[in-house]
């Protein structure tokens, strides 16, 4: 009955992630374009996005660690235009290499020292540049870390977003997640069905009688 329950949920999680992203592949045909600033202002539906004109700050960047080491950044988007009080609406995770190694020596290193890597990785440490990426949502969404990410600053608005550079909606990893839920529906209904055949079975009626 567990493995059932268990097969189950795994099931349920397929189909949702499956047309989650088939969804994300037919709505989202090229992605939205447009600077950071009137992102902020109009918050588009679309889940594909190319934000231009960044400012990105790895002083200002929440981690994600395994083993007590960061595997992943979440790096506050800005428009260069705005002030320190101004809530940060956008989140770009990243699992750059490069990225991570920056920022888990200026974690480690005492004042003198990081100012040193400040002026060495400068251009990693602040950055001006375009972001393109999924905004996470529904099955790919952790609401968990996401309150966890909220609790760590003041600065992000309620509903801010995040970004999973690099990627983009994929049409064959999306029919097989749909496949594979499907496969496991079919599964499961025969399962079902095969035990009420034989709870209902005239052997098993007449073996009650008696």
């Given at each position: 009955?567990?493995?059932?329950?268990?097969?189950?949920?795994?099931?349920?999680?397929?189909?949702?992630?499956?047309?989650?992203?088939l969804?994300?592949?037919?709505?989202?045909?090229?992605?939205?374009?447009?600077?950071?600033?009137?992102?902020?202002?109009?918050?588009?539906?679309?889940?594909?996005?190319?934000?231009?004109?960044?400012?990105?700050?790895l002083?200002?960047?929440?981690?994600?660690?395994?083993?007590q080491?960061?595997?992943?950044?979440?790096?506050?988007?800005?428009?260069?235009?705005?002030?320190?009080?101004s809530?940060?609406?956008v989140?770009?995770?990243?699992?750059d290499?490069?990225?991570?190694?920056?920022?888990?020596?200026?974690?480690?290193?005492?004042?003198?020292k990081?100012?040193?890597?400040?002026?060495?990785?400068?251009?990693?440490?602040?950055?001006?540049?375009?972001?393109?990426?999924?905004?996470?949502?529904?099955?790919?969404?952790?609401?968990e870390?996401?309150e966890?990410?909220?609790?760590?600053?003041?600065?992000?608005?309620?509903?801010?977003?995040?970004?999973?550079?690099?990627?983009?909606?994929?049409?064959?990893?999306?029919?097989?997640?749909?496949?594979?839920?499907?496969?496991?529906?079919?599964?499961?209904f025969?399962?079902?069905?095969?035990?009420?055949?034989?709870?209902?079975?005239p052997?098993?009626i007449e073996?009650a009688?008696r």
């Amino acid at each position: 009955m567990r493995l059932l329950i268990f097969l189950f949920l795994i099931m349920v999680g397929l189909l949702w992630g499956g047309g989650q992203g088939l969804y994300t592949v037919f709505a989202n045909r090229a992605p939205t374009t447009m600077s950071i600033a009137e992102y902020t202002r109009t918050r588009p539906s679309g889940k594909w996005l190319r934000l231009t004109d960044c400012s990105l700050s790895l002083l200002d960047a929440m981690h994600r660690e395994v083993a007590q080491k960061p595997v992943e950044l979440f790096i506050p988007a800005r428009d260069p235009g705005d002030d320190e009080k101004s809530k940060v609406q956008v989140l770009v995770a990243t699992k750059d290499p490069a990225l991570l190694e920056v920022y888990r020596r200026l974690s480690s290193e005492k004042d003198e020292k990081a100012v040193e890597t400040i002026s060495a990785e400068f251009g990693k440490v602040f950055q001006h540049r375009d972001v393109q990426g999924l905004v996470r949502f529904g099955f790919d969404l952790d609401e968990e870390d996401r309150e966890k990410l909220a609790s760590l600053t003041a600065s992000l608005a309620p509903d801010f977003v995040i970004i999973d550079e690099g990627e983009k909606p994929q049409v064959a990893f999306a029919f097989a997640r749909l496949a594979g839920g499907l496969m496991l529906f079919a599964f499961l209904f025969w399962r079902v069905l095969s035990k009420l055949r034989t709870r209902s079975s005239p052997a098993s009626i007449e073996t009650a009688v008696r």
